[in-house]
């Protein structure tokens, strides 16, 4: 017979009033001291798996990260499970009614589950975002059509700040398209389009010029004119590629429009412009005087 049949057994012999709550007192406090002693185990155990996996396989700060996790997350479903059968029996023990109050929680649950879809997406969304380590405080990302700096994770939602200081705070079932702009090398792509009366061979020298002279630390291949890549009502469109480290794409994109203007100031190349019509020279020669 089980320690909860044996007290069951001891409620219905006892005719005592006072040994009746004496034994249902002490029928709690066990019940609670052994959910403190599982939750107890419980715990030692998730932190001594968790940490002997770590040991035996030394990880990165993304893997490390994903391990405590699931670490957080398991202590969290011990402790509610532990929670919810505890409370069941100490209900039972205490005379109430546990299949009416089972019954009215199963009926509220359906009413909240409907109300509550958004939320469990979110929920489940943040887990796997956490897990994957898919991005992470102080990355530049953008998802749901903003972009800015990670300032926090959450399992609900993620909070972002943006360029001008805004915080977006979005949550984590919206996040389908996700760019992580810190994660690996980066690319720098520079355009620019000059008149087709420029001899192609000379743009082109002119490009192999400035990426020649471009030097950066934060560059780690160095940059490569790729040539001609379109043709535009303007001219002709050229484009250099370099790699870069995380975050630096734009820096280094700037100084390359630098150093490619430098190289076609000393060829004598002109970038291709608008015409200007004689009504805004005009405009323009008035505004002057």
């Known amino acids: 017979m089980s320690y909860y049949d044996t007290v069951r057994a001891w409620l219905s012999q006892s005719q005592s009033l006072g040994a009746q709550v004496a034994v249902r007192l002490l029928g709690i406090a066990g019940v609670l001291l052994l959910a403190r002693l599982v939750m107890y185990v419980g715990n030692r155990a998730i932190a001594s ?3 002997r996996r770590l040991r035996e396989r030394p990880a ?3 893997e490390t990260r994903r391990w405590r996790t699931l670490e957080a997350l398991l202590r969290n479903l011990l402790y509610y499970a532990t929670g919810v059968l505890a409370l069941v029996t100490v209900l039972d023990l205490a005379g109430i009614p546990v299949q009416g109050v089972l019954a009215g929680v199963g009926i509220l649950g359906l009413a909240v589950g409907f109300g509550a879809q958004n939320l469990v997406r979110d929920l ?3 887990f796997f975002l ?10 530049y990302v953008s998802v749901g059509g903003y972009s800015g700096t990670v300032e926090s994770v959450g399992l609900r939602a993620t909070t972002l700040r943006g360029d001008g200081g805004e915080l ?8 389908t398209d996700l760019k992580n702009y810190s994660r690996g090398p980066q690319r720098a792509f520079v355009t620019v389009v000059v008149g087709a009366e420029h001899p192609a061979g ?14 950066d630390p934060d560059m780690v291949e160095p940059p490569t004119a790729l040539g001609m890549i379109d043709f535009t009502d303007l001219g002709v469109k050229w484009a250099v590629l370099a790699r870069t480290r995380p975050m630096a794409q734009w820096r280094v994109e700037r100084a390359l429009r630098l150093a490619i203007k430098d190289e076609f100031d000393r060829a004598g190349i002109r970038l291709a412009t608008l015409p200007t019509t004689g009504g805004s020279k005009e405009r323009r020669s008035q505004d002057h005087h």
């Open 49 to 51: 798996a968790v940490g």
């Open 168 to 175: 977006y705070v979005v949550p984590n079932g919206l996040i």
């Open 60 to 62: 990165g700060a993304g």
């Open 124 to 126: 489940l969304s943040g």
């Open 130 to 139: 956490l897990y994957e380590d898919a991005l992470g405080v102080g990355d």
């Open 202 to 215: 000379e743009v082109q020298k002119a490009l192999e010029a400035a990426c020649r002279h471009m030097q």
